[in-house]
């Protein structure tokens, strides 16, 4: 993986804040007859940058998870609900294999939300699954936590939008039952998806993150 300060990263870190740009503030302006078009530019940068963390990975000699090809996602499809040793078992979350794991998770997460949002729900329930399957590695800390839960959010909601209310509960109770232990266990200011792609200068105090 390209060190944080590396121009490779910086680059990584711009598309991503060129993406959060353009979902959060320039979609509010896109015309009535290309409504999604700020979040089809997202998708490219996140797609970019997708390639890029799996190009680093491959570069680095490391398992790629996904396949030769950067379009290739976990096929595997995780269980819904939450492991029992969630929080015992699993990649370290601040080792590098784990950060690779959250980093390519948010990526996933992130083009989830974005099919969601441009009502491709089935394409984005497929990425947001695939962040499901990396976390899966993983054992919740605070470098994850906040992922661990999103992702359960967002299916959830989408769930929810498809009256299947059984399997939207399962997991908002699951997103809920993360919460509650990790406060349990740990209950530090988690770290913030957006520092997953965030220059040094750029990450978030602890003040910033308690109040996040």
């Excluded at 078009?37 to 190009?55: F, G, H, N």
């Excluded at 980093?103 to 699954?129: F, I, R, S, W």
């Excluded at 919460?179 to 200068?201: A, I, L, W």
Aim: aromatic letters at 8%; proline letters at 4%.
């Amino acid at each position: 993986m390209a060190s944080i300060n590396s121009v490779e990263w910086r680059s990584i870190c711009e598309k991503f804040t060129n993406a959060q740009l353009l979902t959060e503030t320039e979609s509010r302006n896109d015309p009535e007859n290309d409504p999604f078009r700020s979040k089809y530019k997202a998708r490219e940068y996140l797609r970019e940058i997708y390639c890029s963390l799996k190009s680093f990975e491959a570069g680095d000699g490391e398992e790629d998870t996904g396949g030769d090809n950067c379009e290739q996602r976990p096929t595997d499809q995780p269980v819904d609900g939450q492991r029992e040793d969630a929080f015992s078992q699993g990649l370290s979350g601040d080792s590098p294999a784990g950060m690779r794991a959250a980093k390519l998770g948010a990526v996933e997460y992130y083009l989830g939300v974005n099919h969601v949002d441009t009502e491709e729900l089935p394409a984005g329930q497929e990425h947001l699954m695939n962040c499901l399957k990396m976390l899966d590695r993983c054992r919740v800390s605070s470098e994850n936590v906040s992922l661990f839960i999103h992702v359960r959010n967002q299916l959830g909601i989408l769930w929810a939008g498809r009256d299947e209310t059984e399997t939207a509960h399962g997991f908002l109770e699951t997103a809920e039952s993360i919460y509650q232990c990790y406060m349990k266990e740990d209950g530090r200011p988690p770290t913030d998806m957006t520092e997953y792609f965030s220059t040094e200068e750029n990450l978030l105090t602890h003040q910033e993150r308690t109040k996040r």
